[in-house]
């Protein structure tokens, strides 16, 4: 049997009716008194019939009290199954990731989660009185336990509150008690810091990539409109003018191409290519292909680690190459003439670094957390003069991350700048010299 309300109701009119049927066997009794006045037949014919009154009612009550037996026992189960219910929500609702406070239809606190106690600064004893209150307008005013109840009872929208730089949804949910009458209110804080950082970079992508795109795109116009229209006659203009709208063609292919390379690299996350090979020697052959870019700036390009050096890693050779003529790149980029450019390999036992350094123009203390943004240039009156499509260092960190290993960056302002990019060396096999 399980618990309903009208089965109490059925007990109450049957609990009712009983009383009434013992009232009337009591009517018999009297009956039977006046009666017995008057012979003794009639007196015996009274007491049958009295005992037969008395007999139907107790079996009718009876009955009721096993039902009434029954649906306090059932309902009693449910209160036990409800309570359990109710601890396990609450051992969920105070382990669950996400703040929650629950507020009372007067005001009172009635639960708040580990979450919403470190998020909002509050210790056990601070739940007593206006003191949540006091932390949760540190926090954010919209926390404290007037405004959930309105934000809940007005049916507000989640919104998004800032607090120490991250970013929070808060939601308001409505307890609702019966009749449709609300007894109270939930708010959920959710930590929603790395979608609304997700978001905006996505937006600063689009943005990036269609100004990257119109800028080439206008020249590239403007050229071949200005060679239509007739208005360049020397020969050697027309041809400078020809030259310029490749450069911008080759421009757009090469941030195309970034991109393509950037969203291929993301969505593999692994690459089949892998194998074992020297990276020692894969340095040296990427300082060598760079050697006559540096060559036209005038700089010392120095190999710091020994020509015979032998470093082994698990690798896909041309994405580590890609890694290496970013990086490298960037350094004879921006670096002045006559400057100077040291490369050092330095192995240890689980991992290798490739440490690239140079005194060249270094980045500013608020641009360096920003270097592996997408499209990020730093300055762009200087990068403007060495182009590029800012990608670079994105794509190197996604490929180095892929590999297992990490790059970082140190760069002071004027004083130049050093990258170490680290990977796990491959696992020996075999045994030398066992013989």
């Known amino acids: 049997m399980s618990y309903r309300k009208d089965d109490l109701v059925g007990i109450r009119k049957a609990r009712f009716a009983s009383f009434v049927l013992l009232l009337v066997c ?92 470190s998020l909002l600064a509050v210790l056990d004893d601070d739940l007593e009185g206006n003191r949540y209150d006091e932390h949760a307008a540190d926090f954010n005013p919209k926390l404290e336990r007037k405004a959930i109840l309105e934000g809940a009872y007005e049916n507000k929208t989640p919104e998004i509150i800032s607090a120490d730089g991250q970013f929070y949804k808060i939601s308001y949910i409505p307890l609702v008690a019966e009749k449709g009458l609300k007894s109270g209110a939930i708010v959920v804080i959710s930590d929603v810091t790395e979608n609304t950082k997700a978001e905006k970079m996505q937006i600063e992508f689009v943005a990036n990539v269609s100004h990257e795109l119109k800028t080439p795109l206008s020249s590239v116009r403007l050229y071949a409109e200005t060679l239509i229209s007739g208005a360049v006659d020397n020969e050697e203009m027309r041809r400078e003018f020809l030259e310029m ?129 997408r499209f990020w240039r730093g300055d762009k009156a200087r990068t403007g003069k060495t182009g590029g499509t800012g990608l670079g260092l994105a794509i190197s960190k996604q490929i180095v991350d892929a590999h297992g290993g990490n790059i970082g960056i140190e760069s002071k302002l004027g004083r130049g700048t050093t990258v170490t990019i680290n990977l796990p060396t491959a696992r020996s096999r075999g045994i030398p010299g066992i013989l």
């Open 26 to 117: 009591f009517a018999g009794l009297l009956v039977l008194l006046v009666l017995s006045l008057v012979g003794l037949w009639a007196y015996l014919a009274s007491f049958v019939i009295f005992a037969v009154l008395v007999v139907f009612w107790w079996f009718y009550y009876r009955n009721i009290l096993f039902s009434e037996a029954e649906f306090f026992k059932a309902l009693a189960t449910e209160m036990r199954a409800a309570n359990r219910r109710l601890r396990i929500l609450e051992s969920v609702v105070r382990q669950v990731g996400d703040g929650v406070v629950v507020v009372s239809g007067d005001g009172g606190l009635v639960l708040i989660n580990e979450a919403a106690k």
């Open 245 to 373: 709208i490749v450069s911008e063609a080759d421009r757009m292919d090469g941030l195309i191409k970034d991109l393509l390379y950037l969203a291929r690299v993301e969505h593999t996350g692994s690459y089949t290519e892998m194998e074992k090979d020297d990276l020692s020697l894969l340095v040296r052959q990427a300082i060598k292909k760079l050697g006559m870019t540096a060559g036209n700036k005038s700089l010392s390009v120095n190999q710091m680690f020994a020509n015979d050096l032998c470093v082994n890693v698990e690798m896909d050779r041309g994405h580590i190459e890609q890694v290496l003529f970013n990086i490298l790149g960037n350094a004879i980029k921006y670096t002045e003439e006559k400057g100077r450019i040291d490369i050092d390999i330095i192995s240890g036992q689980n991992c290798v670094q490739i440490v690239i350094s140079d005194n060249g123009v270094g980045i500013s203390e608020e641009d360096l957390s920003r270097v592996f943004e």
